[in-house]
């Protein structure tokens, strides 16, 4: 999802401060489209491969943070904590984006709330669920940490609205 030809779109918030405020909104407004751009085309690529491999794509999950409004840029680029936030959430937007570009609806759950809402979801306990993901990494291998642990459950749990 990141422009490797244009500079600072790996980070675009960190590399807005300093500039001109219009400036900084352009460059941003500018990543997240190509982001955006690039999550699709990506997204599309992933859905042909697993076609070509005889399955379907049905559903999209998508983790999110906690869910709190951004405020207005120049008091982004003014604290690094809400830098690092807002540039997440430009790249969720981005997958969020790709997945509606795809036609694939997307469930979305703050990561906090992902077991609970699974649990509440499946009618299963969030206990066995956790259990069951963990134990996944064994059949597939590493890596499987809890990146690839909570992108399980929120498949499962997307899933789950078929």
């Known amino acids: ?17 300093g500039l001109e405020i219009g400036a900084a909104e352009s460059f941003v407004n500018t990543c997240a489209a190509r ?20 399955y379907n794509v049905a559903r999209c999950g998508l983790l999110l943070a906690s869910g709190r409004p951004l ?5 982004i680029l003014a ?16 997958l969020r984006a790709a997945s509606q570009e795809c036609g694939l609806p997307v469930t979305a759950v703050k990561e906090r709330e992902l077991f609970a809402r699974a649990a509440a979801d499946l009618h299963v306990s969030a206990g066995r669920i956790e259990r069951h993901v963990a134990g996944m990494g064994k059949a ?5 940490r809890q990146d690839e642990k909570f992108a399980a459950a929120a498949a499962w749990l997307a899933l789950s609205g078929c």
């Open 71 to 75: 405020p207005e840029l120049q008091s």
């Open 1 to 17: 999802m990141v422009d490797r030809g244009l500079a600072g779109a790996a980070q675009p918030y960190h590399a807005a401060v």
């Open 79 to 94: 604290s690094h904590a809400l830098i690092h936030t807002a540039e997440g959430e430009l790249f969720r937007a981005a």
């Open 35 to 54: 982001a955006a751009a690039l999550a699709a085309a990506g997204m599309r690529g992933l859905m042909a491969d697993v076609v070509q491999l005889g």
């Open 140 to 144: 597939l291998g590493p890596p499987w």
